[in-house]
């Protein structure tokens, strides 16, 4: 399994942009890079993912470095619902399924 | 639009007891897993079930079992519960092959005290 560092917590105010990182500098040519949330008392939830090219949808986008190494998820506008911990989760073709790490806990202040 | 639905949602145990956790998904979804999360921690994964009639073993097995009871229920079962099983648990579905281009869809969690 590729191994991912992400920062254990970031803060935001309330809609600003937020842009998340994560270090996964072990990832293999065809890991898929899953971007996943956790709200208080829930369980996850499905963000975005992508492979090379940098991905939209209505909940987030997703930056990938040219070089696959890094990606980074974009918040474009933070409100108090986008408290969460965020989960990057590279994922292997073939694999059944997903490895989780701690995580960035994401603040977001009024 | 139910997704994935867990129950109980919270259990108090004594040690040694059993119980069986439930999960059901509406999505057709061919796999299904079940996590565990301790405080602090991020999910690791019990026991999934790539398709009806499949059951393979996770990262922390120990002290569980499963049963893919048809496509849409898959269950877990603690035959003799410890203090060290005391944990949120998280059962998901997927369409099921590679999980790689698929999103899981998880449920709320199961809240387990072992006392």
């Known amino acids: 399994d590729a191994k991912t560092t992400q920062p254990n917590s970031m803060e935001s105010n309330e809609e600003e942009p937020v842009h998340l990182p994560c270090n996964h500098s072990t990832i293999s040519g065809t890991d898929y890079i899953h971007w996943y949330r956790q709200l208080p008392s829930q369980g996850p939830e499905y963000v975005i993912h992508g492979l090379t090219s940098n991905v939209n949808n209505r909940m987030a986008s997703l930056a990938i470095a040219e070089d696959r190494k890094s990606s980074t998820l974009i918040l474009h506008r933070a409100t108090l619902r986008d408290a969460a911990v965020y989960y990057c989760i590279p994922v292997n073709t073939g694999f059944q399924k997903l490895v989780f790490g701690t995580g960035t806990r994401l603040l977001v202040s009024p | 639009n139910a997704g994935v639905t867990q129950t109980p949602k919270f259990q108090v145990l004594k040690t040694g007891q059993s119980m069986t956790l439930q999960c059901a998904q509406d999505m057709n979804h061919n796999s299904m897993y079940w996590y565990r999360q301790d405080p602090g921690m991020g999910l690791r994964l019990i026991y999934y079930s790539a398709s009806e009639g499949t059951t393979d073993k996770g990262e922390v097995p120990n002290g569980y079992n499963v049963s893919r009871l048809n496509k849409r229920e898959f269950s877990l079962r603690l035959e003799s519960a410890a203090p060290s099983q005391t944990s949120v648990y998280f059962c998901?579905?997927?369409?099921?092959?590679?999980?790689?281009?698929?999103?899981?869809?998880f449920g709320d969690g199961t809240r387990l005290s072992i006392l």
């Open positions: 998901a579905s997927g369409e099921g092959g590679s999980v790689s281009n698929q999103p899981q869809h």
